[in-house]
């Protein structure tokens, strides 16, 4: 099955710098690639997905991007700023399971400090 | 509009006892997943529901897990004699189709502390 490893698995930044995290997945059949983000006490949140027809994607600060040959993915925030400060994970699924079966990396906690 | 609950949002049961943790999905979701979050890892999906029927349970642990959901709408966990190795957050995700590419929302989550 699946198996998607997620690095670094903290990140300490200081506030205006940029954080990339990233993840390899094992299955090559995979073609869906969320990142969730998760503050305390809360369930996880999507923030930016990227399917496996595109290389990158970007949402204001935040920016994915995929390298389907080297089974990798990328999460990019520039300028952090502290609220951007939690557990950011990914996940990998593949669509011919019928339904979205989202198997997530162990999660990276960001701290940016002011 | 409201988005998906959970409850109780803690439980702390002693080793052998049974619990239920509830979950409420958006109004209109037809799918729900449930997940459990141990500490430090990421989550590890353990059962899926398209309405009522649940078409993949593999992530269940062992048979003393089990899940239903009644009418398309609130699904209930159950943990029957309760192990220390179930305490966990359980989270609960619903999408409005339950297709590959539906955005997953998630609940808050109930943590379950077994003595």
């Known amino acids: 099955g699946e198996n998607v490893e997620q690095h670094p698995s903290t990140l300490s930044v200081q506030e205006g710098d940029s954080a990339v995290i990233k993840c390899t997945y094992s299955?090559?059949?995979?073609?869906?690639f969320p990142w969730y983000k998760q503050e305390l006490g809360k369930g996880p949140q999507l923030i930016i997905d990227?399917?496996?027809?595109?290389g990158e994607k970007k949402d204001q600060r935040i920016a994915v991007t995929l390298n389907k040959t080297a089974k990798h993915f990328s999460l990019h925030i520039t300028e952090t700023q502290p609220e951007d400060s939690a557990v950011y994970f990914c996940?990998?699924?593949?669509?011919?399971?019928?339904?979205?079966?989202?198997?997530f990396g162990t999660g990276t906690r960001l701290l940016v400090s002011p | 509009g409201a988005g998906v609950s959970q409850s109780p949002s803690n439980k702390v049961t002693e080793k052998g006892k049974d619990v239920e943790l509830r979950c409420d999905p958006i109004s209109g979701h037809t799918a729900l997943y449930w997940y459990r979050q141990s500490l430090g890892q990421g989550l590890e999906f353990l059962i899926y529901f398209q309405g009522n029927s649940a078409p993949d349970k593999s992530g269940l642990p062992s048979d003393r897990f089990s899940a239903e959901r009644t009418g398309g709408s609130v699904s209930t966990l159950t943990i029957q004699r309760t192990q220390q190795e179930d305490s966990a957050v359980y989270l609960c995700?619903?999408?409005?189709?339950?297709?590959?590419?539906?955005?997953?929302?998630f609940g808050p989550g109930t943590r379950l502390t077994v003595l």
């Open positions: 990227i399917r496996s027809n595109v």
């Open positions: 996940a990998a699924s593949r669509s011919n399971t019928g339904f979205q079966k989202l198997v």
């Open positions: 299955d090559s059949a995979s073609n869906y």
């Open positions: 995700a619903s999408t409005p189709l339950g297709g590959w590419g539906d955005t997953q929302y």
